[in-house]
């Protein structure tokens, strides 16, 4: 007999067309896309840290700014308690005790006069609002002698609101440290959540913080330029994270975002791939069907043939032989049907159409029908069958017929996937609810990875003791559609090389089937 060639499969080179279209078009292309990303978030996260820095020095600025302002009220605020003649006369004396009198602290001031060349701007000033700028600018002049250390100034407006001279002053350094500072940062950053500011002097002596911290934790610091504050330190942090943090912490969560979605393509390229895969392999699984069958047809068909035409011409030696030859023929074209039940009721299954039609059903006798056709053929080729019924089997409900062809499906197998040890068993035993028909055999066994797979359609197991004997891969789908119409499963048991055993699990029938 000629061994048919099984490769009408799809060529192995597509695997690798498939692999080379999966790394060329996708894999390499998101790889190079997470480099980028990751370069990128790394550069962008420099840069974060870099803007964010100089956002907090713009903010101290801001806050610089703010507190010279806040300064200049305060200045104003006492000059005017002292009134205009006190300054213009700028007697320190006068002015302390006109605070006093005003009940401001008396010791605000190191000094405090008004510089006003009245006359030339009440003059001036009547020429209307927008000669105001130029009007300082001349007054500004006029006033010629340049600040001193510490001093500051602010305009003086005149009642009608337009500046009338310069309001010179120098706050005391006990008032700026412990009055000025203090109330300004009590006032605008009392509960303010995010930052947490400090000033100190030159020598890092602290003179007020917002909150108390660890010097090394302030992140930017700046030296003040302004008159009243000048060389005081203002320094700055956030509160619950500190800048390089927040960006690490940014560039954590991108990184963690791109690795997400690499994972997420890395997923959906292998359900692609496997899909495929799955593709392939069925189609290459569908051509070795395909070769298979027609060589499962051809094989008894040639014996059948065979043998009946040396009965028919007579050609047989003895009457024992003729027996046999019948036999064979029997036995060969009882396996054509098999197949081509099996063939036929699948392609019922595959189109929907397949129906079972449910009765009460005596297992025992079921299982003693087939024993029975199959004992003889079986014996004869050296195998030897034992068969245990359980007394008392409760009925099952089930379709005889797709019954018998599951078990006559397990037996061929069993015989089948049998090498030197033929031995098979048949047991049948009820227990919670199922009557379970279990056959078992010493032949090759399945691996724990095939076992799941053996029941999908048109699947062999890998194994070359297996492909050594033909067969079209349908019969485990079929006993398994079977018996999940009947509402049972079936369940295989196996070693490699120890035997099988693959067992039909049927529920009992209930009290009025
Ligand atoms: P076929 O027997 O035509 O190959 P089946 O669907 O009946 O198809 O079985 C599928 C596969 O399961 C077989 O190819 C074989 O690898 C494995 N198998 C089934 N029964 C046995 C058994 N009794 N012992 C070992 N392997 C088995």
Same mark, same amino acid.
């Given at each position: 007999m000629r061994t048919p060639t099984s490769t009408l499969s799809a060529p192995d080179d597509a695997k690798g067309r498939l692999i080379s279209i999966f790394v060329g078009a996708v894999l390499l292309p998101s790889i190079a896309l997470s480099y980028v990303s990751v370069r990128f978030t790394r550069e962008l996260t420099e840069t974060r840290i870099q803007s964010d820095h100089k956002r907090a020095e713009r903010t101290l600025y801001y806050i610089e700014r703010d507190l010279v302002q806040s300064a200049h009220a305060k200045a104003l605020e006492g000059a005017r308690a002292v009134g205009t003649e006190v300054l213009l006369d700028g007697r320190q004396e006068a002015v302390r005790e006109a605070l006093e009198v005003a009940r401001l602290d008396p010791t605000m001031f190191?000094?405090?006069?008004?510089? =006003?060349?009245? &006359?030339? &701007?009440?003059?001036?000033? =009547?020429?209307?609002?927008? *000669?105001?700028? #130029?009007?300082?600018?001349? /007054?500004?002049?006029? !006033?010629?002698?340049?600040?001193? #250390?510490?001093?500051?100034?602010?305009?003086? !407006?005149g009642s009608d609101g337009h500046p009338v001279g310069l309001l010179r002053f120098r706050f005391s350094a006990g008032y700026v440290h412990r009055r000025l500072v203090k109330e300004y940062f009590e006032r605008e950053f009392a509960g303010l959540?995010?930052? $947490? /500011?400090?000033?100190?002097?030159?020598?890092?002596?602290?003179?007020? #913080?917002?909150a108390p911290t660890p010097s090394a934790k302030f992140e930017v610091e700046r030296r003040m330029e302004s008159a009243s504050f000048r060389d005081l330190r203002l320094a700055l942090r956030y509160k619950d994270v500190s800048i390089a943090g927040d960006a690490r912490r940014w560039q954590l969560w991108t990184l963690s975002l791109i690795g997400l979605i690499d994972l997420t393509l890395g997923a959906g390229l292998y359900l692609v791939y496997s899909n495929v895969r799955r593709e392939m392999r069925l189609s290459r699984l569908k051509s070795d069907f395909v070769a298979n069958v027609s060589h499962e047809l051809k094989t008894p068909l040639a014996l059948v043939r065979l043998f009946a035409e040396t009965l028919e011409l007579g050609r047989v030696p003895s009457q024992e032989k003729a027996a046999q030859y019948y036999r064979i023929i029997n036995k060969e074209s009882q396996r054509l049907t098999q197949l081509i039940d099996n063939i036929l009721d699948f392609s019922r299954i595959e189109a929907g159409r397949k129906e079972y039609r449910l009765g009460r059903t005596d297992v025992a006798r079921v299982v003693a029908e087939v024993v029975e056709a199959y004992r003889f053929p079986i014996e004869q080729q050296g195998f030897g069958l034992e068969v245990e019924v359980a007394a008392d089997l409760p009925a099952v409900s089930a379709d005889q017929e797709a019954l018998t062809q599951a078990l006559l499906n397990l037996m061929n197998n069993a015989v089948k996937f049998s090498?030197?040890? *033929?031995? &098979?068993? !048949?047991? $049948?035993?009820? =227990?919670?609810?199922?009557?379970? &028909?279990?056959?078992?055999? *010493?032949?090759i066994g399945v691996a724990k990875s095939e076992q799941r797979k053996i029941f999908e359609k048109f699947y062999r197991a890998e194994d070359s003791l297996v492909h050594e004997t033909k067969g079209s891969g349908l019969g485990l789908p079929l006993v398994r559609h079977i018996m999940d119409a009947h509402g049972g499963r079936v369940e295989v048991e196996s070693q490699p090389g120890q035997g099988s055993t693959f067992s039909l699990v049927l529920p009992v029938a209930g009290g009025d089937d």
């Open positions: 190191q000094s405090l006069h008004l510089e =006003a060349p009245s &006359i030339r &701007i009440a003059g001036k000033s =009547a020429g209307g609002r927008n *000669k105001l700028p #130029e009007e300082v600018r001349e /007054l500004m002049a006029a !006033l010629g002698s340049p600040l001193q #250390e510490g001093e500051d100034q602010v305009p003086w !407006l959540s995010q930052l $947490v /500011l400090r000033v100190s002097e030159p020598d890092g002596e602290l003179l007020y #913080e917002t090498r030197e040890e *033929k031995a &098979i068993t !048949l047991r $049948v035993t009820t =227990a919670d609810g199922f009557v379970r &028909i279990a056959v078992s055999d *010493k032949g």
